[in-house]
């Protein structure tokens, strides 16, 4: 099946600093990639759609500068959130959707602390 | 705007079927009915989804009301690795995938 490869898993950063997340689809395409934020307890939120070639679009609320999206190729999206502080912990989520099958797969997961 | 509404918890004794309904009263002709989990610290996985008919898979059954207001996931036979947070979302071919707060299920032994 399809599988969704996102790295790293955890990750400690000092605050000021800037992080990158991977989010790799393996053996499919993916047109559309998808980054979410989760807090503890709480639901999965979007942040931002990606299309390949194209600029992200964010969600209400997400500012684009900070969390910076790149989806330069058909297998590979990333996610820099810039200037991380203590706040911007949390537990961030990729998905990606095969445009053949309009399925959606979701990666594993990073957990980001900022100390 | 939540599109579905799904109880906040559940318990299910292990061996037993896990019913977890939910309710889509909104959801428009050419929506889906899609449901996911989320094991603690990991990604939500795909169980399984429908349009009208009833679906079956090595994972689960997902019966949808022949209104399509309410759909029931069923885990046949609950394991302890089943509990988990689960998912029930509509959408269309169009739109995004969005999560409301879900039900936590808890196998219990």
């Known amino acids: 099946g399809a599988v969704v490869s996102q790295h790293p898993s955890r990750v400690i950063c000092k605050s000021g600093t800037s992080v990158k997340i991977e989010c790799r689809s393996l053996?499919?395409?993916?047109?559309?990639m998808f980054w979410y934020r989760q807090f503890p307890k709480q639901s999965l939120m979007l942040m931002a759609t990606?299309?390949?070639?194209?600029?992200?679009?964010?969600e209400q609320g997400v500012e684009k500068d900070k969390f910076l999206i790149n989806h330069a190729s058909l297998t590979l999206s990333t996610l820099t959130v810039t200037s991380a502080h203590p706040e911007d912990s949390s537990f961030y989520i990729c998905?990606?959707?095969?445009?053949?099958?309009?399925?959606?797969?979701f990666g594993s997961g990073t957990r980001l602390t900022v100390v | 705007d939540a599109k579905t509404t799904q109880p906040p918890s559940m318990d299910c004794a292990e061996g037993r079927a896990a019913n977890l309904p939910c309710n889509h009263s909104?959801?428009?002709?050419?929506?889906?009915v899609y449901w996911y989990r989320q094991i603690h610290s990991q990604g939500p996985q795909y169980i399984i989804h429908g349009l009208k008919n009833n679906e079956t898979n090595e994972m689960a059954s997902l019966i949808i009301t022949e209104d399509r207001k309410s759909s029931t996931l069923i885990l046949p036979h609950a394991t302890l690795r089943d509990t988990a947070v689960y998912y029930c979302i509509v959408k269309d071919n169009n739109n995004d995938m969005r999560f409301g707060a879900g039900t936590r299920l808890t196998v219990k032994p």
């Open positions: 998905s990606a959707r095969q445009a053949s099958t309009n399925g959606y797969t």
């Open positions: 053996d499919f395409q993916a047109t559309t």
């Open positions: 990606s299309n390949e070639g194209s600029k992200a679009t964010y």
């Open positions: 909104t959801i428009s002709g050419n929506e889906y």
